[in-house]
């Protein structure tokens, strides 16, 4: 917990040794179901706008969620023990770019990646899993397995099993802890610059906007002509159930217009994509996530709808795939270097 998020803290609270006092005892408490929301729990604390404003900011941009829907242990365990984005950095092409030599190493290994194929079937004998049906070329293709780790999410990956492969108490659990989180992406260039900072900017204070990414500064190949690309992300309210898309596609112009000068007049929305439902921006809300292992031998989640606690975004997915292996393996997680 420092560099700028310390200084952020520092900066709008006046008391900040009471403060920070406080989110480490929060944090240092055991998880308990229906501990104090962000929101709820800040409120004990001040009344400050602008520091609400940016813990809103904060929840909404990391987590997918307001302030009002993430518990506050689970929100200060993410910046003071896994230190937030303190070691942090973005793949220069992208998560694709990662995903290519794991590829590559599998089938140095004698293995295949198969892409266009769609998993239709998990099979299961005996209560371990047993196959995958896949459609590979336009036919099925049955493919024995020892062992599936998937990324579809838990909702999702029960679908493709037989109702009656699956542990009655684990399906309720899944349909009763799983709360998808939804955001909304807006891109838009603009007739001239609109922003100069060639990173992320965090917003204080909007109605639904909470960061916008210079695209076409910072990754110039994404805009061959040189003109202005940029993406604003929003978080409904509420986040966590339905919600109405088109109001909030609305509130993030007037968010835009207020808070961009120029966006008004020489701004112009390229594409807006609404994630939720079964593409959300979350596949569990922070801190409602299930474990990695299933009832079912050798079938493992990974991803975002089982981030180990305290963690956030890509880095969260990509724990995930380290805790499910190591799972396989039989290693223990405190034997194994992250």
Not at 95 to 101: A, D, H, I, Q, R
């Amino acid at each position: 917990f420092g560099g700028g998020w310390l200084q952020i803290f520092e900066m709008f609270v006046q008391r900040g040794a009471r403060m920070l006092a406080a989110i480490r005892e929060e944090v240092g408490r055991p998880p308990v179901e229906g501990g104090p929301s962000l929101g709820d729990w800040l409120r004990g604390y001040t009344e400050h706008a602008v520091l609400h404003g940016i813990f809103q900011s904060l929840a909404a941009s990391i987590f997918a969620v307001n302030a009002d829907e993430i518990s506050a242990r689970v929100f200060f365990e993410h910046f003071m023990v896994r230190g937030g984005f303190k070691r942090f950095g973005f793949a220069p092409r992208g998560c694709l770019g990662l995903v290519e030599p794991l590829a590559r190493a599998i089938e140095a290994g004698g293995g295949a990646v198969w892409t266009g194929s769609a998993v239709e079937r998990i099979l299961v004998r005996g209560g371990a899993v047993a196959g995958a049906v896949c459609r590979r070329e336009g036919r099925a293709v049955e493919i024995p397995v020892s062992a599936i780790v998937s990324n579809a999410g838990p909702r999702e990956t029960l679908a493709l099993l037989d109702e009656s492969a699956v542990p009655r108490d684990y399906r309720e659990r899944v349909e009763r802890s799983l709360g998808p989180a939804a955001n909304v992406a807006l891109y838009f260039t603009a007739r001239r610059p609109l922003v100069s900072a060639p990173g992320l900017l965090t917003l204080v204070g909007a109605q639904r906007v909470c960061n916008l990414a210079n695209l076409g500064q910072l990754c110039p190949e994404l805009t061959p002509g040189g003109e202005p690309f940029y993406v604003a992300f929003g978080v409904p309210r509420p986040s966590l159930g339905a919600f109405d898309a088109a109001e909030t596609i609305r509130l993030m112009k007037a968010d835009l217009a207020a808070e961009i000068p120029g966006f008004a007049e020489a701004g112009r929305v390229l594409a807006v994509h609404v994630m939720q439902g079964s593409w959300p921006a979350q596949r569990a809300c922070a801190g409602h996530d299930l474990p990695q292992r299933t009832p079912i031998e050798g079938l493992w989640h990974v991803g975002d709808g089982v981030k180990p606690q305290g963690w956030g975004g890509a880095s969260a997915c990509a724990e995930s795939a380290r805790l499910a292996i190591l799972g396989l393996l039989g290693v223990s997680p405190a034997s194994a270097s992250p």
